[in-house]
Each structure stands twice: as C-alpha cells, then as structure tokens.
C-alpha cells in the first residue's frame, strides 16, 4: 500500500473539504440494508433485501483492521484497511456511488473505496442482486442487468435516510464510478439509455469479443444461455422497460475503470452526455477490450478524459491477491505488473478527476 499512499498524498489538497497532507483520515466502514422490488427476481433466494457499504473518512486516529476476501484463516484478497463504524470526519461529503463488476462486490472495490475515503469523499457501494461474488450468481442477475443503476440509487437513499450518515450526504457534489459491468451501470446512471438489441447484434457479429463470451465467474451464462432467459415468461415484463432511462438525479461527475457492455449504448446515447467522463483501462485487457468498450466510449463522449495503463489486464482492477489466492485463483490473480502500482495509478486518478468536476 506504500505506492498507493505515496500517489494519493499528491492529490489530497485538490480540492475544499479533502484533508490537507498533514491531516490524513482514515477510512471509516458501515453497512446496512435496504430494499428494492427487482432484486426478488434477481437474487437466487428471490429476496429483496440490497446490501450496501459506506467508507467515509474517519479522525486520524481511528483503529483500522484488515479487509479480507476469503475464509478468515486463509484469504484470497486483501483489500486494505478500514475503521468498522467509526465516527465520520467532516460535514456534508462529496458523494460517490461505486458499481462493482459482473461476480464482484463492494468490498472487493474497498481498496478503491477505502482510498477515496481517505481522500474526503463519502462512498456508497452495494452488492447487486444476482450477480455478486457473495451470493449465488444468477441469470436473471447478469440478463437484467439496467436494473444495478436502480441499486444505486436505493442505496443513495437508504445512506440519505440513515439517522447518522444521512447528513453527511453531500448530493449536489454527486459523482459515480463503475468497474467492468459497473462502468455500465455509472453511464446508466448518468443518464445513458441502453439498447439490447444493439448488444446483441454486437455480439452476433463479433462473438469472440470477450464482453460477448462467457465470464470466468458465470461460465454457464452464455449468449445463447441469456437469449433464452430473456424470452421467458418471467424476464419478459422486465425485459420490456430494458431500454429506459435509469439515470439518477443529480450525478455531476462519471468515472469508469475497465468499462464493459459499452456496445449496449447507441452512439448518441454517448455523445449526448454532458457530466465530465474519466476513463481508466489496462491495455491488455482481454475481458473488456478497449477498442469496443473504454477506448469506444471515450471517442464518443465529449471531452472525456482516458488513462492506458500498459500491460494492465481487467482482473489487475480486482482486491490485490494474497499469495493463497495466486495459488487457489491463478485466472484472477495473475498479474504482469504489480497490481498495487496499477491501483495507485487508479486512485490518483479518481481522486484528481472528482476534485476537479465536484468542486
């Protein structure tokens, strides 16, 4: 984590309200839940209940543990550090929305979270319904995937109604951020309108795409696979409303890491947006290509901003690995630099990027 701190120092007086260099915070954790009718058909146990995270900066000082993924005696991640239920740092907070991507979750964003917390911000990032790594993937969780902005938003106002953190929310410096199938979901929520039927004929013209293969945490979530769920009977009603607006009021700023599902937006879907856009990607990702995803995206959107990062592939934007995951998850963990350089680099640039478009 020394890289990573030493980066993000650099940035932490960008903006009013984030800690001066001589005032570090630490980063502070909650939880909690809400609920949101569409999860019952996502979720394998048909719940509705949505889960969501809030890191926010705590007082230096704060006692912070370690963040793992994985059995407590053997983990497979570490994300970093946090302070559980600390007080929070700070008045009314810039305020992030944070997607994960397909088979993720929020804590596996936490070295992402973690570090924006650090830096001022306060962070809601939730566990979508369906298609995250805590629970049992669905179908229904990866086809009806427009319904993660709703996620967000949910949360946005559970955090808004919660007693203690609710006045913290800062919801006119309002920005959101997304990773892989979480990219989509911020332009959703930034008030881009998707079109299946593009994607799908995207990936019938281009089915080696890797967005159009099935993914290493689904790999019975094929095209084909997708297609016939979203004929059924059940998926159909949702499937009607795929192609509507999901965007949330007041998001001001958008920042995508490795974003995916881009060919679901019609090009004017993309050059009609008018937030400021930061595109961050790894050269040799093979999931979310670049040409078809964040280097499309960035052609599109005015004045977007794009960071390549060379020999960086999709997974090196996951939690780093601890040296049993290397050993357990060799497809998730294997990395050609070092993944904690990578996440600096990422971090720097979220942190200068929401300074600047949430002043």
Not at 257 to 274: D, G, T
Not at 314 to 341: I, K, M
Request: glycine content about 8%; proline content about 7%; aromatic content about 6%.
């Amino acid at each position: 984590m020394r890289v990573m701190d030493a980066v993000l120092g650099m940035f932490l007086m960008a903006s009013a309200g984030v800690a001066s260099a001589s005032e570090l915070w630490m980063a502070g954790e909650r939880h909690g839940t809400t609920t949101v009718a569409s999860a019952v058909v996502r979720d394998a146990q048909q719940h509705d209940a949505l889960r969501y995270t809030v890191w926010y900066p705590a007082p230096a000082g704060s006692r912070e543990t370690a963040l793992t993924i994985g059995p407590p005696d053997a983990p497979l991640f570490d994300v970093g550090r946090s302070a559980m239920d600390a007080s929070i740092a700070g008045k009314r907070l810039p305020t992030l929305l944070l997607s994960h991507g397909n088979g993720g979750s929020a804590r596996m964003m936490g070295w992402l979270g973690t570090a924006l917390a650090r830096a001022g911000y306060l962070v809601i990032a939730v566990d979508h319904p369906g298609n995250n790594g805590v629970d049992e993937m669905t179908l229904p969780g990866s086809v009806l995937s427009w319904l993660r902005a709703d996620d967000l938003r949910a949360a946005l106002a559970a955090v808004q109604a919660d007693p203690q953190l609710g006045a913290h929310v800062n919801p006119e410096r309002l920005g959101v951020a997304g990773f892989s199938a979480g990219g989509y979901t911020a332009l959703l929520a930034a008030g881009a309108r998707p079109d299946l039927q593009r994607l799908l004929a995207f990936c019938r013209a281009h089915p080696g795409d890797g967005v159009c293969r099935p993914q290493q945490e689904t790999a019975t979530h094929t095209m084909e696979a997708r297609v016939a769920a979203a004929s059924s009977s059940v998926l159909s009603p949702w499937i009607s409303h795929a192609n509507e607006s999901r965007a949330i009021p007041g998001v001001r700023a958008v920042f995508l890491l490795a974003p995916a599902i881009v060919q679901a937006f019609v090009p004017e879907q993309l050059s009609s947006l008018r937030q400021p856009v930061s595109i961050v990607l790894g050269e040799a990702d093979t999931v979310a290509p670049p040409q078809s995803n964040g280097e499309a995206a960035q052609a599109l959107i005015p004045g977007a901003a794009l960071l390549r990062l060379p020999d960086v592939g999709h997974y090196d934007f996951l939690a780093a690995c601890t040296a049993v995951g290397v050993q357990r998850l060799p497809e998730l963990c294997s990395s050609s630099v070092p993944r904690a350089g990578s996440h600096a680099q990422a971090v720097a640039a979220a942190v200068q990027f929401f300074a600047e478009a949430l002043r």
